[in-house]
Structures are given as C-alpha cells and as structure tokens.
C-alpha cells in the first residue's frame, strides 16, 4: 500500500505479476479509503489477508500524516495475520515505476519550504543519495549532466523551474511519475528475495526529516 502522496493505492502481487490495483486521486481522506483501497484489491484478486505471504507499504519519505496512516495499517494487518512487514522507500518505488532503461531517473517529492525529498538512479545505480534539499541545490550541483527523466508530485508541480534549469528534462505521465502501490510491490518482492522482512512491531515510518512540531518544540 502506499499513502506517502495525494494519491492513494492498495495492490496485490504473485511472484513479481500484479493481480489487481485500486488506485484513488479523490482528494478525500486518506484515513476513509485506504481500507476499502486494500479490501478492494483483495477481493480482486480473490484472496484474503491471511493468503498473504507478507505485507508491504511505502513508509516515506512524505507527508507524515499519510506515512503514519499507511505504516500503521500494514503493521495492523501484519499483525493480524502473523505475517512479517517489508518497508518500501517511496523514492525507490517511484523511481521503479518509472523504468527508463539507462537514463537517470529522478525522483523529486514536495518536502515544502523550498526542498524537495530526492533521489536518482541511472541504469539501477545511484548518481544521488535519498536527501531533503532545495530543488535550485539538485538541479544545479546534484544532478550529473545530461537527461534526466523526473517523477514524483514535485516533477509536476515545479516543471517550469525544472525545465528553466534543465532545458532536456523528461517528464512522464501520470500513472509513471505518481506513487504507486504496484510498484511498492515490486521493489517488495526484491526485498523479500533478500530476507528484508521486520515484525510487525519493527516497523516505522521513515521521516527523513523532522516534524513541523518537533522543530516547533525545539524552537
């Protein structure tokens, strides 16, 4: 599942081929759909969460309401069912669901304030490491030379400045460049190849960042 966006998905897969996906962009809540979002993808694919080898979510970077809601119903369903968690990075999924072959991907979500959650790969490896910088500071000393392919809320949202600094930008559509479910399942199934699995109770949203209260209370 991943709620780390505007957008919300619930997906289920088997040995690396998606079953069923619902994707919402409804602008509701993301506490009143993620769970008719996973009810719905189970019911797809005719299964029920205890068919579940393990359960996957995109625990961030992001926003930290919808980190907190996403992390807390796979740790719940997890729980449930006795089955381990796999915690996703958002940027990596994003950058999955992109797959430009050898170009650099970059991921780009909108961490306010001027900065942006950021990550690049090319051809599978990493030209920038997972940060919270302003967009000027990626595009302009980050991002090595040449074309490069952006995702993420931020990609849209900031095209113009992006294109101002990097003329050969590549912007992709919508269904490639926004959080998906599908593609936290994919970067899950590697990871679970791996052994990369947590207890339920081992599961925490990953911030990158402090909270505006946290900063407010040190303030």
């Known amino acids: 599942m991943d709620t780390t966006g505007n957008t919300l998905s619930a997906a ?12 919402l962009d409804t602008g509701k809540k993301h506490s009143q759909t993620l769970m008719l979002a996973v009810d719905g993808a189970l019911r797809a694919a005719g299964l029920k969460p205890g068919d579940m080898d393990a359960f996957a979510v995109a625990a961030g970077p992001g926003p930290f309401t919808g980190i907190r809601i996403g992390t807390a119903a ?25 797959g430009t072959g050898n170009d650099t991907v970059c ?9 942006v959650y950021t990550l690049a790969k090319r051809g599978g490896a ?9 967009l000027i500071t990626l595009l302009t000393e980050l991002l090595p030379e040449g074309p490069a392919a952006f995702v993420g809320d931020a990609a849209e949202r900031f095209q113009n400045k992006i294109l101002e600094y990097r003329p050969d930008s590549l912007f992709l559509p919508q269904q490639f460049s926004l959080q998906r479910a ?9 990871l679970y190849g791996q ?10 949203p990953h911030y990158l960042r402090e909270s505006q209260a946290e900063r407010l209370k040190k303030r």
Do not use: F, Q, W
Not at 182 to 190: N, T
């Open 126 to 134: 990493l030209v920038v490491g997972e940060c919270a910088v302003p």
């Open 74 to 98: 796979c740790a719940a369903m997890a729980h449930g069912a006795g089955k381990p968690v796999i915690a996703v990075n958002t940027l990596d999924a994003l950058v999955e669901n992109a």
């Open 12 to 23: 289920v897969s088997e040995d690396g081929r998606l079953l069923s996906e619902i994707y």
């Open 182 to 190: 599908s593609s936290v399942c994919a970067v899950a199934a590697r």
């Open 107 to 115: 991921a780009v979500m909108d961490a306010r304030r001027g900065e």
């Open 195 to 204: 052994g990369a699995l947590l207890r339920y109770d081992e599961l925490e």
